[in-house]
């Protein structure tokens, strides 16, 4: 029988295209692995976080309902995904939780030092982290470049009157709870209730100077506070400090500090 050198090479091919076929799927899959997974990861992780923004904001609301509407006590069902959310109770003596918010005056000698405490949700697969501090969303206190914004304000404002009388309202939210309280994932129920601290209310003389200053501690929340305190519409005719973070209101008649204290019952 004759040797057919036509059948060799017809195997030969058969065995190199199916040797093409599977090299390249395995330099598919390892492109899908190298540059794609990382890509959806990156993806999932920024959902997660935003997803967190909302549902801070829809928390601040609920501290709102609590502090300013005297509903007593609220819960809200909310997805953690992709982080930790942490109560950081304030402390004055130890850190983290001591950044302080301090109200002075040229016009008496009493110093206001609040500690607010901290509502914090810190991504496991970025840098972004976001707060509730003191009535407002803050994000990004960790970030690479070292910033940070208020994604929502709080409750503060310079008005005046028609007669011309200048009144500053501070709203001071502190957050804390009766101990440490954390949770990294699922479906999970925030509850929280508030008691009212007594407000301080005083009346000024004209062309009083009202500080307010806001010292951070290592949460990283400075530059979204100096911002907020450099808005000429919430606060006019005011002057910032931006090493200090010190805000000098000027002409203020009355000053008034609503407090309360909102305690975070089971995350």
Known sequence: MAYNDNNRESG???????????????????????????????????????????????????????????????????????????????????????SRFIISSNGFSDIYTYYPGLLQFNSTSDTDIIGLQNGAVVTNGFSQTGGSTMLSEPRWFLDTNQSGKRTLVISIVNITSDYAISNSGGIRTVQMNISAGEPIDRQLAPNTQVYVQYLDNGEGYQTAWKNYFLNQQLFPDSYLDPNTIKMTAYHVDRLVIKTCNVTILNL
């Not at 909302?54 to 601040?60: C, E, R, T």
């Open 12 to 98: 030969v091919s058969e065995v190199i295209g199916f040797m093409l076929i599977i090299s390249l799927m395995i330099t598919g899959i390892g492109l899908v692995t190298l540059y794609g997974y990382p890509i959806l990861l990156k993806e999932q992780a920024t959902a997660n976080v935003k997803n967190m923004e909302k549902n801070m904001i829809v928390l601040q609301n609920d501290i709102k309902g609590l502090a300013y509407r005297n509903v007593p006590y609220t819960e809200t069902t909310m997805q953690i995904s992709g982080g930790t959310l942490q109560v950081i109770r304030p402390n004055p003596t130890v850190f983290p939780g001591n």
